[in-house]
């Protein structure tokens, strides 16, 4: 079977079989799903409409929550003078490595470097500095969609890049408490994405010291497993203390006229969540997404043999479509004559369309059509004979969505909890590790002990669970 790019290009082959080469069939995904290309600069990527359109789901889902639970979108500026990321020394020394610097404009020397924003929490103190006089003025709870930079020597596209937008949130609070329940709580909103958009099962825990964001106290996680059996760190909220107040001074009068740091939170989540969506669901075919995050998530194609056939078919398709957009599904009508049904059936099941409507001639006179469904393969994946009736239709094609979202989440989860192996010794949890598996197990180790594991296994501590 070959796949052909729209537009007449010349035809190229399917996508690599996981099994053969997971990296390879990611790239092959990444490149002929039409998600992301390669950037002229060496480790970027151009994100292309289809790609963009997944992150548009995942931005709205999340800064819906946002909003809902009194954060504000604000904006920061990409240049960061160099002063303030040397001023939390966690930070530097994490992050200096990765920095972009800026040192020269408008044809001169710059004075001092900037750098080209790796995360915002220098640039941010120093202006809650400002703000933040009263406790009045708290909590301040803010949140920035952005592009970052950090220089990463081995780059994939969406998973590590030296480009990537992500949204970070800041928080300031009064106390240690409500920093920790801020930290707490935007952890687990995301483990609320993670499962219930993106159908990806995460294990929610807290970072060890080793691991852990440069400059917090303590980082919480949610780490999903790829179809290679992989971690992704797909999510991270970080209690910084009064770490970065200190730093940069960020001080407020409390109720009992006693000046105080506050102390505080970032957090984030990043279009590396759509390399995780791919590397989770997807198969030999290509891209497999849940209907939440999918950009269209029905395909109608139109079977026109005939040109007598034509006014019937696409009046039935406008009918149909008109009901599914008046119920709020996302649609696209393939009504490509250049190319076959068979054609259009695999580009659009590469794409990952969780759900396919055929509708032909014979369709139109008995009045129903044929579902496909993308996470079923062949014949025990269609649905024949679904009335075209339009409240029917639009039951049929919803109920349809939902057990697609249902059946991906499930078979995740399936997958992960068949690949975590519990141990009770080293010597466990390197057989676990030899066999590619997740090491679950009590640990009580040193930093040292933990980087030696690292070093003998090049397995990583990635969490201790919530539960």
Not at 443 to 467: H, M
Request: net charge negative; with cysteine; aromatic share 10%.
């Amino acid at each position: 079977m070959r796949y052909f790019l729209p537009a007449g290009k010349a035809s190229e082959e399917a996508v690599t079989p996981k099994s053969e080469d997971f990296s390879r069939w990611y790239l092959d995904v990444v490149a002929k799903a039409e998600l992301a290309d390669y950037g002229p600069v060496r480790g970027t990527m151009v994100i292309r409409p289809y790609g963009y359109a997944i992150w548009e789901s995942i931005q709205a889902w999340l800064d819906a929550r946002f909003k809902e639970t009194g954060h504000q979108n604000a904006y920061f500026p990409q240049l960061i003078p160099y002063s303030f990321i040397t001023k939390e020394a966690e930070h530097v020394e994490g992050f200096a490595p990765e920095l972009a610097l800026v040192t020269q404009g408008g044809g001169k020397q710059l004075e001092e470097p900037l750098v080209v924003r790796p995360t915002s929490e220098t640039i941010i103190n120093h202006m809650f500095a400002q703000w933040v006089q009263s406790y009045r003025d708290l909590p301040l709870l803010l949140n920035q969609w952005a592009n970052v930079h950090r220089w990463e020597m081995r780059t994939r596209p969406f998973v590590r890049t030296l480009e990537f937008l992500w949204q970070e949130g800041h928080t300031a609070h009064a106390s240690p408490e409500e920093a920790e329940a801020e930290a707490l709580a935007m952890v687990q909103l995301y483990a609320q994405f993670a499962v219930t958009q993106a159908a990806m099962p995460v294990v929610v825990g807290r970072k060890s010291k080793l691991e852990s964001f440069a400059g917090a106290n303590v980082t919480y996680t949610i780490e999903a497993m790829m179809g290679d059996k992989k971690a992704l760190q797909a999510g991270t909220s970080h209690n910084l203390g009064t770490n970065f107040a200190v730093a940069f001074n960020t001080q407020f009068v409390d109720e009992q006229q006693q000046l105080r740091h506050v102390h505080q939170t970032s957090w984030g989540v990043s279009t590396r969540m759509i390399g995780g969506i791919i590397m989770t669901h997807g198969d030999d075919k290509g891209l497999r997404l849940p209907p939440n995050v999918a950009p269209y998530q029905v395909v109608i194609v139109p079977i026109v043999r005939k040109d007598t056939d034509r006014a019937a078919v696409n009046a039935a398709v406008d009918k149909l479509t008109a009901a599914l957009k008046q119920a709020g599904v996302r649609v696209k009508v393939d009504g490509n004559d250049m190319k076959t049904p068979g054609w259009r059936y695999n580009y659009w099941e590469l794409k990952g369309v969780p759900v396919r409507v055929e509708v032909g001639p014979r369709d139109v006179e008995q009045g129903t059509c044929v579902l496909a469904r993308r996470d079923m393969p062949g014949k025990e994946g269609k649905q024949m004979g679904v009335p075209m009736e339009p409240p029917a239709f639009v039951a049929a094609v919803q109920q349809a969505l939902g057990e697609v979202q249902d059946s991906l989440l499930a078979a995740a989860t399936a997958f992960r909890d068949a690949n975590i192996v519990d141990v009770a010794s080293f010597e466990d949890l390197k057989a676990a590790v030899a066999e590619g598996k997740w090491a679950r197990g009590g640990w009580s180790g040193s930093d040292a002990q933990e980087t030696q594991v690292k070093e003998e296994t090049q397995a990583t501590l990635r969490c201790f669970p919530f539960e």
